[in-house]
């Protein structure tokens, strides 16, 4: 069994989803290991992970609008607002999704379906860089 580890800094434009499917599988395919386990893991509370279509943008939009109803901006609920009005709901719309994903690797390459891309999750309205830590373990 081997096990391979890297961190890949990932600048987000701000609030949205930003595919990184062809950075991972490029370090998937360079650690020589045809199958395995890769977990995903993001370093903050701001920001998450999904895996999520990749062929219809409407799709990403959609997600922004439901999580912009479910959690909005300025919401006088929260007492957390250090950093302005989409702090508090930018950890919550972290809470609800997720920090860690795993994905199968096989011969090779990220066992995803179809129309199955890797992303962040940028909750902040602002640019912000993010650190992805993928760890993968297989032979």
Request: aromatic share 6%; proline share 6%; charged share 25%.
């Amino acid at each position: 069994m081997r096990q391979s580890q890297t961190t890949l800094d990932v600048t987000t434009p701000g609030r949205g989803l930003k595919e990184i499917t062809r950075p991972v599988a490029r370090w998937v395919a360079d650690t020589g290991i045809a199958t395995g386990l890769l977990t995903i893991f993001i370093r903050h509370t701001s920001a998450s992970l999904l895996i999520q279509e990749n062929a219809d943008p409407e799709v990403q939009r959609d997600l922004e609008r439901f999580f912009a109803r479910l959690v909005p901006d300025g919401d006088p609920l929260f007492e957390h607002r250090s950093e302005g009005p989409d702090d508090m709901p930018a950890h919550v719309r972290c809470a609800l999704t997720a920090t860690q994903i795993s994905v199968p690797v096989a011969d090779g390459r990220l066992a995803l379906g179809t129309w199955q891309g890797i992303y962040v999750y940028e909750h902040r309205r602002r640019q912000h860089t993010r650190q992805v830590v993928l760890h993968l373990i297989g032979d």
